[in-house]
């Protein structure tokens, strides 16, 4: 295999009869998933669509986004996944940006999108309704011939310093790489049944649907996050596998449950997209007898690592140890390898990663050198190969020489009775310099003022928040991941 198309012709012909996709009370199997990536291709090529356009998916996890991908992938077109959660100025930054042709997406996003996609010349299609046109089209004798590995496959963005999200492009190999990669350490199998409820058009998600296809397990699609709905389908659905981020494990350690249910099919719980704090991690386990492991990865390379170590209540903070055929350095600022346990910035390479940004060489040359991905973040390998991220070096605050790590601010304020989360960030002062600035959600009302005269008997004087702000809740990415650019 070496193109999607062939990833999926194989699932389907392998798998037939077993479940591909459950959306409700909605099963498909492989053999009807084939038939319905048939028609979809079809319907996009009376569309106009074909080898190199670019498609926007604007949709939930369901049958639609997985019927979608492949269908797009058959023609050779490139998809760009874009999660529901964004508003209509970033969508419109993502259409114009990928220069996408078609937007697939339901009803309430073609209303909102209709005026401003008409002025780019985008055709905005509805495809997730019970009567949708892409289901009338016959199937259609497709020829793969065409679609060569070194063809770009997705657009995924990826958040940083420029202030707009920047484009990554995978290749057919890099995706067929990142299905390998992860299927072969984690070693799921046409027996698994993995829910969704992180977005699949997030790379975090997106990993792991890729894999998922590539060895027939079940998806098991929830449009979003409730953790009610979430405990049912486990449950229901005989779930083995659930991908997370540390917000929804939290959620779910908090409820509330009269009649615990049966999720005793549930084999491995993944937590990815930000830190796993010890509080989480222990509650979690506490309340459902199982640990969450760590996934570590990034937009740009796909999966990194996975902690799937037997010793994991002594290393729960590790991501665990490289996946299959990637390559994990520990780096100084010159660029050389550091001693096993010291802390530099963590380099990545990986045949499922990028090669670089579109239109940014600026940016690409700054973190692409010599084959490898320059995450920016900080950490550390034990003896035993496992890794742990122990900061941002992007992030480092800088007052008067002195760095702030705000990873270690954070820590101080969570630990305050009343903080319920915080962030920390640099801002600049009216000297040119840089100036601790947390925001905060608390349980109840408190002065600033206790705030920071609870962090000085904690921490240095340099790294006491100066300014301190109260929000409801921090914003956040489809992952779960702080959008610290968004609280400047």
């Given amino acids: 295999m070496k193109t999607v198309p062939e990833l999926f012709i194989s699932a389907v012909n392998k798998f037939s009869s077993s479940d591909a996709v459950t959306e409700g009370d909605k099963r498909v199997s492989y053999e009807e998933l084939g038939r319905f990536v048939n028609r979809f291709s079809s319907y996009l090529t009376s569309l106009g669509i074909k080898k190199g356009d670019k498609v926007i998916t604007l949709l939930p996890n369901s049958i639609e986004f997985v019927v979608s ?11 760009v996944p874009v999660s529901t959660a964004f508003k209509k100025q970033e969508i419109q930054f993502f259409i114009e940006h990928s220069g996408a042709s078609l937007v697939l997406t339901d009803e309430g996003f073609a209303e909102l999108l209709k005026d401003s996609a008409s002025e780019s010349g985008t055709l905005v299609t509805v495809v997730k309704e019970d009567s949708s046109d892409w289901q009338k089209s016959d199937e259609i004798q497709l020829d793969f011939d065409c679609i060569r590995p070194e063809d770009e496959a997705i657009y995924l963005y990826s958040t940083g310093s420029t202030g707009k999200p920047k484009r990554v492009s995978r290749t057919h190999t890099n995706l067929l790489a990142l299905a390998d990669n992860h299927t072969q350490t984690v070693g799921w199998n046409e027996s698994d049944r993995v829910l969704f409820t992180i977005p699949i058009s997030h790379t975090y998600g997106f990993g792991n649907f890729i894999s998922s296809i590539k060895i027939g397990a079940a998806i098991v699609t929830l ?24 917000v929804m494990l939290d959620a779910l350690a908090r409820t509330h449950i009269k009649e615990p249910g049966d999720i005793s099919s549930l084999k491995l719980v993944i937590s990815a997209g930000a830190p796993l704090s010890e509080h989480i991690f222990r509650a979690f386990h506490s309340k ?9 990865g990034s937009t740009e390379t796909g999966v990194i690592s996975i902690n799937l170590g037997d010793s994991i209540e002594e290393r729960f903070g ?5 996946v299959k055929n990637v390559e994990v350095l520990i780096l100084d600022d010159n660029g050389q390898e550091v001693q096993s346990g010291q802390v ?3 380099a990545v390479k990986s045949p499922s990663m990028t090669t670089g940004y579109y239109g940014l060489p600026e940016e690409t040359a700054a973190v692409f050198k010599n084959g490898y991905y320059f995450t920016g973040d900080l950490g550390r390998i034990d003896p035993k190969g496992y890794i742990y991220i122990v900061g941002r070096k992007k992030l480092f605050i800088n007052i008067s020489g002195n760095k702030v790590d705000p990873g270690e601010v954070e820590n101080v304020l969570t630990s305050h009775p009343l903080v319920k989360e915080a962030a920390v960030l640099g801002v600049s002062d009216d000297k040119g310099g840089e100036l601790v600035k947390s925001v905060l959600v608390t349980e109840d009302d408190v002065e600033s003022g206790e705030i920071m005269e609870y962090c000085s008997d904690r921490l240095a004087g340099y790294k006491v928040p100066r300014i301190v702000e109260f929000v409801n809740e921090l914003p956040r990415s489809p992952s779960g991941k702080v959008l610290r650019e968004r609280l400047k």
């Fill in 344 to 346: 530099g910035e963590i």
């Fill in 69 to 79: 991908f492949f269908g797009i992938a058959q023609l050779g077109a490139v998809s």
């Fill in 223 to 246: 449009g979003e996050f409730n953790r009610h709905k979430v405990l049912d389908l486990v449950e229901k659905e005989s779930v083995t596998i659930f991908p997370a981020v540390p």
């Fill in 318 to 322: 590790s991501v665990g140890r490289a």
């Fill in 288 to 296: 459902f007898g199982i640990y969450p492991r760590q996934l570590y």
